[in-house]
């Protein structure tokens, strides 16, 4: 296997702020010369414990350059929440933060919109660093500025956009990550490829990304799909418009996960949503040979759940999701791969074909 010699910096210019990412591998023990430390007064690290657990070495060294406070996390979605940010913002405050004071995450997205949700509203906002260290975090949760925690009534329901000031994107930390969370973020990686991002889908076709091999084609593959989705983010960072297409596969994949109350992955559901919405856009006019592309990428990389739903359900639980306007359930579908379009209504006897067809295909 070559090794890693690449690294990358991109610079986001939005409205509310200029947003840097760095990508390479084993860039973290570089950190003192990666941000502006000694800007911050206070420097605190809300660390996952298992990313803490596995991968302690390298994290106390960089932390100990910086003179960052650590403060473990336990990362659960059960965690990431309006009851649990408490505790943090008393942290804060007992290790004398103030307006001046600089939060790092180091963990997965559940970690990266916890430590940014704390961020974001502590003293009204202070400036936040992510580290994020799944394949998730790192090509999605952790670019775009979204923060968010979880109430009873919903995830991700209390939030803000707050742009991180930098993202360090070191992916030595992918050679712990367990398959179904490579998983996951492959689901994020393949939803970019399609809408969009056109150097990842040729290294989706080729077949160069491999779970358990960190070289250069992983590299290139989420550098083009940060910058796919950085790219996006510039051009409508509060999204009022174009960044929607970021939800193609969502619209049935946050249904499905909701009704099976969570008892399949986010990665998951969004497999099974994009093959879904895939179909949907082929009835619609996205020519076959695009389906079956997508079909082929998607089953070459075993991203399919074999999950079972009632179709019905999913059609009416679609009508509440957060994101529909006056009850509409309104889909983003492809007009061919790489052309997303925003906005589609659809027929409800049609969703409900491309969800048996869903249904009828993984039960084979
Ligand atoms: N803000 C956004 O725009 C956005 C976008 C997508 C998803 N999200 C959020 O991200 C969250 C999901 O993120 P996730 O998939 O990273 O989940 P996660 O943070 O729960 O991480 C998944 C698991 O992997 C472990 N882990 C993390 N890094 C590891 C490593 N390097 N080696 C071994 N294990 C590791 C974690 O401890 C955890 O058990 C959800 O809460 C979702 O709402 C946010
Ligand atoms: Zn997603």
Redesign the pocket.
């Known amino acids: 296997m070559d090794p890693i010699t690449n690294n990358d910096v991109i610079v986001l210019q939005l409205d509310s702020k200029k947003s840097t990412i760095i990508i390479g591998s084993s860039i973290l023990a570089s950190l003192a010369t990666l941000i502006p430390y000694k800007k911050w007064d206070v420097i605190v690290a809300i660390v ?4 803490y657990t ?2 302690k070495e390298v994290i106390d060294q960089s932390l100990a350059l910086i003179d960052a406070i650590a403060i473990p996390y336990t ?3 059960h965690n ?1 929440s309006y009851a649990y940010a408490e505790r943090y913002f008393n942290q804060l405050l007992e290790n004398r933060c103030t307006r001046n004071s600089l939060v790092i995450a180091i ?7 916890f430590s ?1 949700y704390i961020a974001s509203a502590y003293m009204r906002g202070v400036d936040v660093v992510y580290v ?3 394949l ?2 790192m090509v ?2 952790s ?2 500025g ?3 925690v979880n109430i009873k009534a919903g ?2 329901i209390v939030g803000y956009f707050h742009q991180p000031d930098y993202i360090i994107i070191d992916i030595e ?2 050679q ?3 398959r179904s ?1 490579w998983r ?2 492959m689901s ?1 990686v393949v939803k970019h490829a399609l809408i969009g991002d056109s150097s990842t889908l040729t290294l989706l076709l080729n077949k160069e990304i491999q779970y358990g091999r960190i070289d250069n084609s992983l590299y290139n593959c989420i550098n083009s799909s940060v910058r796919f989705k950085a790219s996006v983010v510039e051009k409508d960072e509060f999204e009022k418009n174009i960044r929607a297409i970021l939800n193609f596969g969502h619209t049935v994949g946050h249904a499905i996960e909701s009704l099976l109350e969570y008892t399949v992955s ?2 998951d559901a969004v497999a099974a949503g994009i093959l879904i919405e895939s179909y949907i856009s082929m009835k619609e006019g996205m020519p076959k040979a695009d389906f079956d592309c997508i079909r082929d990428i998607i089953s070459a990389y075993n991203l399919l759940p074999s999950i079972s739903f009632d179709s019905y359900k999913i059609v009416n639980h679609m009508m509440y999701d957060k994101k529909n306007i006056k009850g509409k359930t309104r889909f983003v579908l492809l007009e061919s791969i790489g052309k997303p379009q925003i906005g589609c209504e659809v027929n409800d006897a049609l969703v409900k074909e491309a969800l048996n067809f869903y249904l009828t295909m993984v039960s084979k």
């Open positions: 996952s414990d298992t990313v596995l991968h990362d659960s979605e990431k963990g997965g997205g559940v970690t990266t919109d940014g994020p260290t799944t998730l975090a999605d949760a670019i775009g979204k923060v968010a995830k991700n930390f992918l712990t990550l367990p969370e996951c973020g994020e986010h990665g």
